[in-house]
């Protein structure tokens, strides 16, 4: 009895809150903030496989054989009767950064000797109908001819593609020849079959499928790079993330390796590979197929302000730490200086020529570099001093991206937020792998900055729904929706926040080593994480100026488990209203709008939302959790809306 009694109570209180009304207030013509077009942006790291075994489109894994063990990935194989043996040549001193290739020696008149490629994580995703093209550099070595056939394998060892390369060449020499699949697998294998007595020497050996992004030979993956074009980003940070550091100097990021000829672009280990236990990798390594040139093209593509990190003389702080000493900083400096004379210089500069030749004369527009990723320590402000100045001295208008460690708050934190404030530094980068709680009670954390100071840069964040690293954290929705929740209060300060970019990006479902990640995929497949529809729903309803949004005069950042702000779209002539409910209870609101001529009866809502917190996307279900559009009718100037527990809508009203 007592039992029936509460739960009538209960359900009796939920409806009432579910009927009261609460009315908020919109001041639509009290701009408050510009909201800039890099508002939402891409961080992008080669972490997960996210490049090499993901967006690069390359199926052949250690094409180069570079990796520690040369022949990882590899497997030799013969049949009908074919022999042979091979050798694995270091030409260090003639191709330092390139100095592996396998000369096979085939002994047998017969059949067939040679090898085949297990791809990425056990193999190669082709599809049904697609053409691929193969290639090779390879050199004949002796008085007779060893031609190449290759093969397809399919899931049961059928051959669903080949072809057939006969190199001709005494010298090194590039062949290649394209050949369809007929079967889709996201677990092909490739053999490279040898036949004819004699010897070869083979290196860079390549599988590519014919589509890719804008149908580039070499290229990324379209599928996955479509992904980046929906979020309408408006910056691509690149490379990282720690790669930019390295574990190692040695192991550091150095973009003037990763353009030009791919065969000329050194390859080195992923420091991902051995980070966690955990999670090893050990055939992970960087090809940088992916390199400076890409990541500036697609920048370009997807309409984002390219955002380089540049490595400052210092390798992960959380590894080794290593310092470049201050007094042999130059080459570093350097490397700066010359990326920003690469991507915007004309064709009469050395390095605006070098663009140009890569057959891109335009200049990249290049507004802004990051000096050092997620680096702490007064160690940090010294280099980065020196940085400064020589940038700032030679090109005064590119704004400075500068770190301010990996944590939001604490000591390294506050000593670099103090100084950089009064070393007066352009853009702060801030970065928070926390609970999906801290979202939710941060959304008022830019209320009270500087107005006058730096602008922020949310450089790197996440919600984790166990702990940072943990390899059970999830992309629930619950931390998609405190990350909305967050994202409202970095809207409402868009006059201090000038960009903001979820991490990590990517995750090969059965190769990451990190999560939450923005965006999982397989070797054919990916989707969206609840987490990236919130990304996809700012940035696409982000408008161009803040108006304010209240509740008793009051910024909307937590009453009633609550969070909302609004903005106009100068572009489109609307009204934009994000609402965040992160309350187990539906919500009855109402919002007053001031200061408008009124707008057309019908105004346009989106909703995300999701039954449970605990509720994700995945291959199998990859909309569970995603955008619903509906509409609205709207009577003078008061919106009514009924707003579903744990959920994020958007409506846009237009004007009159
Ligand atoms: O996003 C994953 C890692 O988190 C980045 O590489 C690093 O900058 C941060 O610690």
Same mark, same amino acid.
């Given at each position: 009895m007592l039992k029936r009694t509460f739960l009538t109570l209960c359900a009796a209180s939920a409806f009432a809150m579910a009927n009261a009304q609460t009315q908020y207030t919109i001041a639509?013509?009290?701009?408050k903030a510009h909201i800039q077009p890099t508002m939402y942006g891409i961080f992008f790291e080669?972490?997960?496989?996210?490049?090499?075994?993901?967006?690069?489109?390359?199926?052949?894994?250690n094409r180069s054989f570079e990796?520690?063990?040369?022949?990882?990935g590899w497997k030799e194989q013969k049949k009908d009767g074919g022999d042979g043996r091979t050798e694995v040549i270091n030409r260090a001193v003639e191709?330092?950064?390139?100095?592996h290739f396998i000369k096979s020696y085939i002994?047998?008149?017969?059949g067939f000797y040679g090898f085949s490629n297990e791809g990425f994580r056990g193999g190669m995703g082709v599809k049904e109908g697609e053409e691929y093209s193969f290639s090779v550099i390879a050199k004949q070595e002796g008085d007779t001819y060893v031609k190449l056939n290759i093969e397809l394998h399919g899931d049961?060892?059928?051959?669903?593609g080949k072809a057939e390369l006969m190199?001709?060449?005494?010298?090194w020499n590039r062949y290649s020849v394209k050949f369809k699949s007929s079967a889709t697998t996201p677990k092909a294998q490739l053999y490279v079959w040898m036949s004819g007595k004699g010897v070869i020497d083979l290196d860079m050996i390549s599988l590519f499928p014919?589509?890719?992004?804008?149908?580039?030979?070499?290229?990324?993956?379209a599928d996955l790079v479509q992904r980046l074009a929906d979020l309408k980003p408006g910056f691509l940070r690149f490379p990282g993330g720690c790669i930019v550091e390295g574990r190692e100097l040695n192991n550091r990021y150095q973009?003037?390796?990763?353009?030009?000829?791919v065969d000329k672009r050194e390859n080195i280990i992923n420091r991902?590979?051995?980070?966690?236990k955990h999670r090893p990798a050990p055939d992970y390594y960087q090809t940088?197929?992916?390199g400076f040139m890409e990541y500036f093209m697609t920048a370009e593509d997807i309409g984002a302000s390219p955002l380089p990190i540049l490595n400052?003389?210092?390798?992960?702080e959380f590894n080794t730490g290593e310092l470049v000493p201050l007094d042999k900083l130059d080459p570093y400096v350097q490397d700066a200086l010359d990326l920003i004379e690469f991507a %915007?210089? =004309?064709?009469?500069t050395k390095w605006g020529k070098l663009r140009t030749d890569l057959?891109?004369?335009?200049?990249?527009?290049?507004?802004m570099i990051g000096v050092g990723n997620e680096q702490w320590g007064p160690q940090y402000i010294d280099r980065w001093k020196i940085f400064t100045k020589a940038i700032k001295t030679k090109y005064p208008d590119v704004k400075i991206v500068s770190a301010l460690g990996?944590?939001?708050?604490g000591k390294e934190f506050d000593l670099l937020n103090k100084t950089f404030r009064s070393l007066g530094a352009d853009i702060l980068d801030e970065h928070y792998y926390a609970p999906a709680k801290w979202f939710r009670d941060n959304a008022?954390?830019?209320? %009270?900055? =500087?107005?006058?100071?730096p602008k922020i840069f949310a450089g790197e964040y996440a919600a984790q729904s166990v702990s940072t690293?943990?390899?059970?954290n999830k992309n629930n929705w619950e931390c998609a929706l405190s990350e909305a929740a967050f994202m409202t209060g970095l809207e409402r300060n868009a006059d201090v926040v000038n960009m903001a970019s979820y991490a990590p990006l990517f995750a090969h479902v059965e190769g990451w080593?990190?999560?939450?990640?923005l965006i999982w995929f397989d070797n054919l497949k990916s989707y969206a994480t609840p987490n990236y529809y919130v990304q996809q729903l700012f940035s696409i309803n982000k408008g161009t100026d803040v108006v304010p949004l209240t509740l008793n005069n009051e910024?909307?950042?937590?009453?009633?488990?609550s969070y909302a702000t609004a903005s106009l779209d100068k572009n489109t002539n609307e009204l934009v209203i994000k609402f965040v409910n992160t309350s187990t209870s539906a919500q009855n609101v109402s919002f007053k709008i001031t200061g408008s001529k009124g707008y057309q009866k019908q105004a346009t809502v989106t909703t995300l939302k999701a039954e449970s917190k605990d509720a994700e996307n995945s291959?199998?279900?990859?909309?569970?959790v995603s955008p619903v559009e509906s509409t609205i009718d709207i009577s003078g100037n008061t919106l009514k809306l009924a707003v579903e527990p744990y959920s994020f809508k958007i409506v846009r009203l237009k004007n009159k």
């Open positions: 639509a013509d009290k701009v080669d972490i997960n496989l996210a490049a090499d075994g993901g967006v690069y489109a390359e199926l052949v894994k990796f520690n063990m040369p022949l990882m191709r330092p950064e390139n100095a002994t047998s008149d017969a049961n060892g059928d051959i669903i190199p001709t060449d005494k010298e014919e589509h890719t992004w804008k149908n580039r030979p070499g290229g990324l993956r973009w003037k390796k990763t353009i030009g000829p991902w590979n051995t980070e966690f940088f197929g992916l400052c003389g210092m390798a992960c %915007n210089g =004309d064709a009469s057959g891109h004369p335009a200049p990249f527009n290049l507004k990996p944590s939001p708050e008022r954390r830019y209320d %009270n900055y =500087d107005r006058k100071g690293v943990n390899p059970d080593q990190w999560t939450p990640n910024a909307v950042a937590g009453q009633n488990d291959l199998t279900a990859p909309t569970a």
